[in-house]
């Protein structure tokens, strides 16, 4: 599989693991938005969040929630944002699904609330409808 993510998972390329099991590996991005930035990955390859199975991603939701509070300790942040980003439109580069596990400062520059948007009237219910019926 020519994917830079399993190329990492069979230790083919360099990388720096933070943390490793069965199912799940975690490792330093290489172009950290803070220090420390950190990715976790199932190291079977799927491509988004949606092809991961089921029954696979609770342990996988596991491991990030162990290793954002390792990068919230190690670092010392006093905040942490989880992020996982699906397909071209989203900014996904790498398709081997992820987790980012960003630490975060205050003051770091990183102002993800400035770029909200709102709803026309009635639209926030239709939308709601939608996305309640869309539910498997
Ligand atoms: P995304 O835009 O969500 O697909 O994020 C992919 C992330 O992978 C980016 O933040 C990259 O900096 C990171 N990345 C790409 N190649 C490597 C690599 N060889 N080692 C570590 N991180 C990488
Ligand atoms: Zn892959």
Redesign the pocket.
């Known amino acids: 599989m020519d994917c830079?993510f399993c190329k990492?998972v069979r230790k083919e390329?360099p990388?720096s693991i933070v943390y490793e099991d069965r199912g799940s590996l975690a490792?330093l991005?290489?172009?950290p938005l803070n220090k420390g930035h950190t990715?976790v990955i199932p190291k079977n390859h799927y491509e988004t969040i949606a092809d991961i199975p089921e029954k696979e991603i609770g342990e996988l939701a596991r491991v990030v929630r162990n290793v954002a509070i390792a990068v919230k300790k190690a670092t010392g942040a006093p905040g942490i944002n989880i992020t996982q980003?699906n397909g071209r439109a989203a900014?996904?580069?790498?398709p081997h699904a992820?987790f980012?596990i960003i630490p975060r400062f205050g003051g770091d520059g990183i102002i993800l609330s400035h770029l909200k948007k709102k709803y026309e009237s009635g639209e926030m219910e239709k939308t709601r409808v939608k996305i309640s019926e869309a539910i498997d």
């Open positions: 830079i990492i390329i990388s490792f991005d290489i172009s990715l980003n900014e996904q580069l790498v992820h980012h």
